[in-house]
């Protein structure tokens, strides 16, 4: 089935295990999702819903789809300023390293003659020149800032769906829109807090037994049904795709709101959005349609285009990704549907 991701990489573990803390300090990446682990695999990591692996022992890696949780781990220390106020108060002792050492200089002057404090003289007021150029240049730390925390006590992040989709949770998927945008702001916020480089966001899993109830959907069934179990429906499975492209495209409107300086996050960041097929009723992957967006490894010459690639797998797609941020691997995933970059992307 569908399963609509964001990326900014037999399994069958406990819940508690996916469901570990960050450390409120950079990590490698974040994962994050919304309706994860619906159906069969009930909350655990499974094969149908895997979207990310350690790189170094290439173990799975599950998201964390509690919003309360990931709001206290990463932004619940943070009061109103308390960032804005230590990232000054650093950029303070970094540019006035002269004013912590005054004293020191002071007590070695008075034991010199008057030829070594001349000396010493110039070479303080060369590191005095350097600390005022350092003090010319922009601070950017109000860009990180805590996000406001949003009621979610209505939404279930764990709901008991049934292996065949009879038992849904129509009630606490209601609210799925607000959750979203809440886990969209949190990632967008880590990244410009620099507490990750990477981030992933997935709005659900393969199985997708979850309900759209704000779409008004004919017979309001679950996204799985839509697409297999109740028949290939091409009018609701179009709306469901129109209104995650209105998600994706919140995304980065708020990448493109955190002003550095003369550009934006956006700027500095590659969207990788997609799914993992392309035609739910046969499953098939091939004519998958990706999207990238951001500046981040691109240049301007290169952006608004649509490229059609005829008989190449995305895992090129994705070996270009990696070399944009210079990493020089020349494969990504495996070798039968890996030949190297993919031309024409930079």
Same mark, same amino acid.
């Given at each position: 089935?569908?399963?609509?991701?964001?990326?900014?990489?037999?399994?069958?573990?406990?819940?508690?295990?996916?469901?570990?803390?960050?450390?409120?300090?950079?990590?490698?990446?974040?994962?994050?999702?919304?309706?994860?682990?619906?159906?069969?695999?009930?909350?655990?990591?499974?094969?149908?819903?895997?979207?990310?692996?350690?790189?170094?022992?290439?173990?799975?890696?599950?998201?964390?789809?509690?919003?309360?949780?990931?709001?206290?781990?990463?932004?619940?220390?943070?009061?109103?300023?308390?960032?804005?106020?230590?990232?000054?108060?650093?950029?303070?002792?970094?540019?006035?390293?002269?004013?912590?050492?005054?004293?020191?200089?002071?007590?070695?002057?008075?034991?010199?003659?008057?030829?070594?404090?001349?000396?010493?003289?110039?070479?303080?007021?060369?590191?005095?020149?350097?600390?005022?150029?350092?003090?010319?240049?922009?601070?950017?730390?109000?860009?990180?800032?805590?996000?406001?925390?949003?009621?979610?006590?209505?939404?279930?992040?764990?709901?008991?769906?049934?292996?065949?989709?009879?038992?849904?949770?129509?009630?606490?998927?209601?609210?799925?829109?607000?959750?979203?945008?809440?886990?969209?702001?949190?990632?967008?916020?880590?990244?410009?807090?620099?507490?990750?480089?990477?981030?992933?966001?997935?709005?659900?899993?393969?199985?997708?037994?979850?309900?759209?109830?704000?779409?008004?959907?004919?017979?309001?069934?679950?996204?799985?049904?839509?697409?297999?179990?109740?028949? $290939?429906?091409?009018? *609701?499975? /179009?709306?469901?795709? =129109?209104?995650?492209?209105?998600?994706?495209?919140? &995304? %980065?409107?708020?990448?493109?709101?955190?002003?550095?300086?003369?550009?934006?996050?956006?700027?500095?960041?590659?969207? $990788?959005?997609?799914? *993992?097929? /392309?035609?739910?009723? =046969?499953?098939?992957?091939?004519?998958?349609?990706? &999207? %990238?967006?951001?500046?981040?490894?691109?240049?301007?010459?290169?952006?608004?285009?649509?490229?059609?690639?005829?008989?190449?797998?995305?895992?090129?797609?994705?070996?270009?990704?990696?070399?944009?941020?210079?990493?020089?691997?020349?494969?990504?995933?495996?070798?039968?549907?890996?030949?190297?970059?993919?031309?024409?992307?930079?």
């Amino acid at each position: 089935m569908q399963a609509f991701g964001q990326t900014i990489a037999g399994f069958q573990e406990p819940r508690a295990q996916s469901e570990r803390l960050y450390s409120n300090q950079k990590k490698k990446s974040i994962q994050l999702a919304i309706r994860w682990a619906t159906g069969k695999s009930h909350g655990s990591l499974h094969p149908i819903n895997c979207a990310n692996f350690d790189a170094d022992n290439n173990s799975p890696i599950g998201p964390l789809v509690d919003p309360q949780t990931v709001w206290k781990d990463l932004f619940g220390s943070i009061g109103a300023g308390t960032a804005d106020a230590k990232a000054a108060a650093a950029l303070k002792r970094q540019q006035s390293i002269l004013d912590f050492v005054d004293k020191r200089y002071d007590a070695l002057s008075q034991r010199l003659g008057a030829a070594d404090k001349l000396r010493l003289q110039e070479h303080l007021s060369k590191i005095r020149e350097l600390e005022k150029g350092l003090m010319a240049l922009p601070s950017t730390s109000s860009v990180c800032t805590q996000v406001p925390n949003v009621a979610t006590s209505d939404y279930n992040p764990h709901p008991a769906y049934s292996d065949d989709g009879k038992v849904m949770d129509t009630a606490t998927d209601k609210a799925i829109p607000k959750v979203g945008k809440f886990m969209t702001d949190m990632m967008v916020m880590a990244l410009a807090c620099n507490l990750a480089p990477v981030g992933t966001l997935q709005w659900s899993d393969t199985e997708a037994k979850h309900t759209f109830p704000w779409l008004s959907l004919a017979e309001n069934q679950h996204y799985h049904f839509y697409q297999h179990d109740g028949g $290939f429906r091409a009018t *609701e499975c /179009q709306q469901i795709a =129109t209104w995650y492209s209105q998600q994706h495209l919140y &995304l %980065l409107q708020q990448l493109d709101a955190v002003v550095i300086g003369d550009h934006t996050l956006l700027d500095e960041t590659v969207v $990788f959005i997609g799914s *993992e097929l /392309q035609e739910p009723p =046969t499953h098939k992957k091939n004519n998958m349609p990706f &999207l %990238l967006a951001g500046g981040g490894g691109l240049n301007t010459g290169t952006t608004g285009r649509w490229l059609k690639k005829t008989g190449e797998s995305h895992n090129n797609l994705l070996v270009s990704i990696l070399n944009m941020f210079g990493d020089t691997r020349t494969t990504f995933g495996s070798q039968g549907y890996s030949t190297g970059p993919m031309t024409g992307i930079v």
